[in-house]
């Protein structure tokens, strides 16, 4: 048999050591990547300088936190952020707010239990506040297989449209979540009022003019409020803008407000003028301006007297 030309040789040689040369390289790329992923839930790198002006004054009775789970818009992926997300944690309960996608993940590697979710309260139907439902309900289900502990409790979903949760429900029953888990899903229709009272939780809704409305119909995108322990939560949801979220704002204490549709200099100067500054102007579901000129806005923010803002990012805790 003729033998190969010596570099052909050397080729086939080299070859699979390249490839777990590779594959080692990899493996110490995703490390770095996981560990620093780590290290930015766990809050071990401090927020940067010009992420807020707060100074920790949120630091409350520490009866009620706020985990933000996804910062951003419907942009592209953008690195280091995913779709909006938040859970208020209290009483070792969690109540969900908007599901943009990666949110179980973000959460579970933060060191939340998912399986202590109560309710689930999505915004309105895009894609960045509906996005990761699935499979957050999957990871929860996954969890259960794992661990136990949902067997006969009840997550309550709470939808502007209820035709979302019938598609969710035919996905994830195509899924090895199966049709019948331990637990139940009970999905509401929101409309404008009480959202649900539990355990001193009150939340209520209030529509949006974000999505477009005709006399007569359901309205399809909401804001809310949170208050327990004689502390208030406004989240502005998406907002065409101040007229929607003003009836809201008394005593508020936190202002979820989205920055995706707004210049946040804008929000916190009209809020300033009608003597409305909540506690806290805490700017999540980021739009181009703080994604692509943070520094531009923490000096448009810092020149307005009188208020305390913060830009949030994923893996971020408030505390009231
Ligand atoms: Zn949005």
Redesign the pocket.
Known sequence: MKKAPPAERARAFCSPLAKTLEQKQDKVRWEAFDRGLWDRLQNKMKPKAFETNDNGHTKGSGTVRIHILGSC??TEPMPGRH??AFAVERHGGLYWF?A?ECCAYTAHVSGLDLRTIRRIVI??T????IGGLPHLLWTVGKLNRRLGGMDGKTIRLHLPDLRAWDAVNALLSLTEFGSSPPFAIEPHLIEDGTVFEEDGLTVTALHTR?LAHREGEPWRAFGFTAEADGKKIVYT??TAGYEDYAPLLDGCDVLLH?T??HHPADVARRLVAEGRAPGLLAFL?HGRDILDHPEEQKTLLSAIPGLRWRILGDGDVIDL
């Open positions: 818009s419907g779709h909006t908007d943009g915004s309105h895009h894609m960045d506040h974000h949801g998406d989205e995706g549709h579901h």
